[in-house]
C-alpha cells in the first residue's frame, strides 16, 4: 500500500503550519501545504489522499472537492454538510491528535456506493433539492401525500441526513441533480 500524502490548503498560514506538523509527528503522513488557488494542480498531481481546505478553500473549490469528499477534511470551527469529515482548529492539540486519528483511521473508501435510494426516492430527493414542498412533490410525482412524507422518512433514515441542505450536498456530490 502507498503512503498517505496530504494537502494543506488554508488561508491561515499557521494553521496549516501545525496541522503539518501534527501530521508528520503523529501520523507519519507527509503533508504540503500549498496556496489555495493552487490546491487542484497540486492535489492532482501528487495524487493526495487527504485534502484539508478551510471554509473559503472548500467553497472557491467546491467543483474539484465535491467528487473527492472521502478525502476532504474541512477544518474550521463553522458546520458543514453531513458527508464531509470535519476538523476544529481551536481544539487543544490532544484533541486535534485524537480527531485526526479517528479521521485517518476510518477514511472511508472514494469507492463509495453512491446512494442506496430506491428510483421513487430518488425522484423524491430530486424534488426535494428542487425546493419543492410536499404538496408540490406529491402532485408532480402522482402520488399521496402521505406517501412523500413516508419516502422522505425513508430517505433521512437510509442517509442520516435530516436537512434540506445537507440532502441538497448528498444530491451534488452523487450527481443526482
Known amino acids: 500500500m502507498s503512503r498517505s500524502v496530504a494537502i494543506i490548503a488554508f488561508h491561515n498560514s499557521l494553521a496549516a503550519a ?3 506538523h501534527l501530521l508528520d509527528r503523529h501520523f507519519d503522513v507527509p503533508a504540503i501545504v500549498v496556496d489555495c488557488q493552487a490546491l487542484e494542480a497540486q492535489a492532482t498531481r501528487v495524487e493526495a489522499q ?3 481546505v478551510d471554509t473559503q478553500t472548500f467553497v472557491a473549490h467546491l467543483e474539484f472537492l465535491l467528487p473527492r469528499r472521502a478525502a476532504v477534511i474541512i477544518a474550521d470551527k463553522q458546520p458543514h454538510p453531513d458527508n464531509f469529515s470535519t476538523l476544529d482548529v481551536t481544539m487543544s492539540e490532544s484533541d486535534l491528535i485524537d480527531r485526526l486519528n479517528n479521521l485517518i ?4 473508501s472514494t469507492e463509495q456506493k453512491p446512494h442506496e435510494l430506491s428510483q421513487r426516492e430518488l425522484d423524491v430527493l430530486r424534488q426535494i433539492v428542487a ?3 410536499n404538496k408540490e412533490i406529491a402532485a408532480e410525482l402522482g402520488i399521496s401525500l402521505n406517501t412523500v412524507l413516508t ?3 425513508n430517505i433521512t433514515a437510509k442517509l442520516g441526513i435530516k436537512s434540506v441542505s445537507g440532502l ?3 444530491a451534488l456530490m452523487n450527481n443526482l441533480v
Open 18 to 20: 501545525g496541522l503539518r
Open 50 to 52: 487527504y485534502i484539508f
Open 105 to 108: 483511521s476510518t477514511r472511508p
Open 131 to 133: 425546493g419543492k414542498i
Open 151 to 153: 419516502h422522505r422518512k
Open 168 to 170: 441538497s450536498f448528498y
